[in-house]
């Protein structure tokens, strides 16, 4: 039996060791500058899209025709567009559309995809079926893809949504899948089915939460590609319709211009090219703070 | 290797399966009816119906996707309703500048990836190496069709360098061709560029860590020999699965940045079919770039399980 001093002594250790592992975590975070600046440029991002809006002072549809086409001065900070609307209000209600667009197609494919790698490592014909769905999915283009089901269902912002969805989900399938697997395989996992766990037990506590730091990962790349293949789709005119405010569109739009008025591209290809940017600088620094294995590698190569 | 051949080839059909009962099922996913959706809110009853018909559409879907497969197998795509032409006949009426753009953006990006990616290794943990490494984030963080409208407002815009968009063909002339495709080739040639760059660096680091690079370098040989002659054609093959394996990015690439650059390819062609609901051109554009793209890849890999023996043992 223990004594009182005994499991003082302990608790006194675990604490000790708890904070060590804290500290550490903490260092390895704030040596990881690809994800610090990456969360502090797309944190900026965001906070410009949701609290941007209540400062202007114009509209998002609000047209001058008298200023079309204004340079950036003292009145338009960036110029106005080819209807005399004020360019920096159009792309924070663009920064709206295509941050929420892109979250909501990495969280609706981070859903889908993991239910169907989990379930898939789990039973061994549905896997065969889904993995070769997702083979085939894969092998067709993703903007091609993407472009011929906004044909079909026709441009809406929600629509853009789902068909980058249907674009995206069999990758991120294909990544939980393969981390699913490797638990699968371990010991433990057999000890709990020979104790009779339930399917439903084994998958989602102990199989799932083994393949949320890669999903996690591939989940941030897909936000970012999510956000490109939305302005490409708004760009070539088969995403965002006009006249809402997206960063494609505004592109769109301004290659008409391009003679004019520089500002149109500038501008919104910058937003764009900043949002793409801190995502992949965001999931590069996590997989290095997940997977200690990855950042071993690459260390020494 | 026959066996490997044969293994390979057959995992294709479940793929192109799938890719088939994909592409076929788009024109089904169409709110309402697709004949209606074709023919716009002014059609009559009649009309719909007759293009029912004529579509197949009133019959089982299991029968118009047989159909539909058989006579892709025969090469005929359908035709097309807008322009009254075999869909296959107006592909490849579009296909040869989407394939130029393609194959230019690949030969600029070799230009530029392996240079780079040697340096990079090379000078590993030196100031050249990070702004490479800097630059090729960047490069993958612009899209292809924003790095054409960047490339278009200051080299065809600003320095009027170059045209800012059309096309030639080749037939008038190799420079009438090329300086049209100049800079929708940079602009799709970048990413492509910043992945090889990538590859190149990473091959390079790891054979220049081995001990015949070493035992070269103690015999007294020449760097520039050391790092071309020894290091580079042990890197080389992963560099050119890379080039290989991304080259089916870049025919779809091409697709968009044709868009931007008013390039009549396959892109304006799947682009000016939407507006139309033209669902055979769609069907048929998205098909052919796939088997495109399926095509590649097995070539890549029959080539890589020949060269690399571990590749098709371990599949076996």
Known sequence: MATVQEKEYVAQISKKLKKEQRALGYRRLRSNYGLLIGATIFAILVLLALIGPLFTSYGPYDMKVVDRLTAPGAQHWLGTDEFGRDLLTRLLYGARVSISVGLAVALLSSALGLIIGVYATYFKTLDHILMRICDGLIAIPGILLAIALMAALGASALNVIMALTIVFTPNIARVVRSAALVVREQTYIEAMHVQGASATRIIWQHIVPNTLSPLLVQATFVFAEAIISEAALSFLGAGIPAPEASWGNILQASKLVIYKAWWMVVFPGTALVLSVLSLNLMGDGLRDLLDPRVKHKSRKS | ?316
């Open chain 2, 1 to 316: 290797m026959l066996a490997y051949i044969i293994k390979r080839i057959l995992s294709l059909i479940p793929v192109l399966a799938v890719v088939t009962i994909a592409i076929f099922l788009i024109i089904h996913i169409t709110p309402g009816n697709p004949a209606a959706a074709i023919l716009g809110i002014e059609a009559s009853q009649e009309e719909i119906e007759q293009l029912n018909q004529d579509l197949g559409l009133d019959r089982p879907l299991l029968e118009q996707y047989t159909s539909w497969v058989a006579h892709v197998f025969k090469g005929d795509l359908g035709d097309s309703i807008f322009m009254d032409q075999p869909v296959s006949e107006a592909i490849a009426e579009h296909i040869s500048p989407t394939l130029s753009l393609a194959i230019l953006a690949q030969v600029i990006a070799i230009i530029l990836a392996i240079p780079f990616g040697m340096i990079a290794a090379y000078k590993r943990g030196s100031v050249a190496d990070y702004s490479l490494m800097g630059l090729s984030l960047l490069g993958m963080a612009v899209p292809s069709f924003l790095l054409g409208l960047f490339l278009m407002l200051f080299v065809g815009v600003k320095l009027q360098w170059l045209p800012v968009a059309g096309y030639e063909p080749l037939s008038s002339g190799l420079w009438e061709h090329m300086k049209y495709l100049i800079l929708p080739g940079i602009s799709l040639g970048t990413i492509q560029a910043a992945l090889i760059t990538r590859m190149t660096r990473s091959s390079m680091l790891e054979v220049l860590n081995l001990n015949f690079i070493k035992t070269a370098r103690s015999k007294g040989l020449h760097e520039m020999k050391v790092l071309f002659k020894h290091a580079f054609r042990s890197a080389f093959l992963p560099i050119l699965t890379v080039i290989g394996q991304t080259f089916g990015t870049l025919v779809t690439g091409a697709v968009v940045v044709e868009a931007i650059f008013n390039i009549p390819g396959l892109g304006q062609l799947i682009l000016n079919s939407i507006a139309r609901r033209d669902f055979a051109v769609i069907q048929g554009v998205v098909l052919v770039v796939t088997l495109m793209y399926v095509t590649i890849n097995l070539v890549i890999d029959l080539l890589y399980g020949a060269v690399d023996p571990r590749v098709r043992l371990e599949r076996k």
